[in-house]
């Protein structure tokens, strides 16, 4: 009984391919500062944690968090500390916005075996894409699938359909890599995919993944390949 070939990999963005709670924590503290220095009369620590809270609660991706954030503190949205904070958050994000450690590595080794590679992201698709270019890694994607592209989040089946469908691939010749179990292993699974659990992006302390391999470097995806593909 042979296995059927490996010919493309799907990736989460967040949590997968960059380390997106390390971002968000370095920007949001650099907002805090810099909120405090253009003379906001609050505590810094206490508003780090209020403003992680009001991201919890109100998604991520929101952009109105420091307004919330203000109405809270000081009762009113003042616009010079506004644009103090976000001053300060944009350019921390972008100089901690980074792939985790032999992301690059492990895309040019999928790339040089004709592996074919696809985004699935909950994320909005003008941030996905940001997130990407950013990062330089646009050119190895044959397609970046959202939730602006699929109207469904993960679990839902339609983005990993989605995606296999635009890579040309059927379910059991690909793999799902992700961070979180309960989207991203249980989505791609209901389709027959392979999964990889990013045990490195992991912020859960997940225990047991549900998925075909836990890896905790990404480039262990290189070696799994290699493995499935000279046994097929």
């Not at 809270?53 to 919330?68: L, M, P, R, T």
């Not at 983005?159 to 799902?176: R, V």
Request: overall charge negative; proline content about 3%; cysteine-free.
């Amino acid at each position: 009984m042979h296995n059927t070939l490996i010919k493309g990999i799907v990736f989460d963005l967040d949590n997968t391919l960059l380390d997106f709670m390390k971002m968000k924590e370095f920007a949001v503290k650099a907002a805090v500062k810099g909120m405090i220095e253009a003379g906001l009369k609050v505590d810094e620590e206490q508003s780090y944690i209020d403003i992680i809270a009001i991201y919890e609660e109100f998604g991520w991706e929101n952009q109105k968090v420091f307004d919330v954030f203000m109405e809270k503190s000081i009762g009113r949205v003042d616009n010079k500390f506004l644009a103090a904070g976000v001053v300060a958050y944009r350019r921390a994000r972008e100089a901690n916005l980074m792939a985790y450690p032999n992301v690059n590595r492990t895309m040019m080794a999928l790339a040089k075996k004709g592996i074919k590679m696809a985004v699935v992201s909950d994320a909005p698709s003008r941030e996905a894409w940001m997130r990407i270019y950013y990062l330089n890694l646009y050119h190895f994607f044959d397609a970046v699938i959202t939730y602006d592209d699929s109207g469904e989040r993960k679990p839902s089946k339609i983005p990993f359909q989605m995606a296999l469908n635009a890579l040309g691939l059927q379910p059991d010749e690909s793999i799902m890599v992700g961070d979180w179990p309960e989207r991203d292993v249980v989505g791609a699974r209901q389709i027959g995919m392979r999964t990889a659990f990013a045990r490195y992006g992991d912020t859960f302390g997940t225990q047991h993944s549900g998925a075909d391999w836990d890896i905790n470097d990404i480039y262990e995806l290189v070696e799994i390949l290699n493995e499935l593909n000279d046994s097929a």
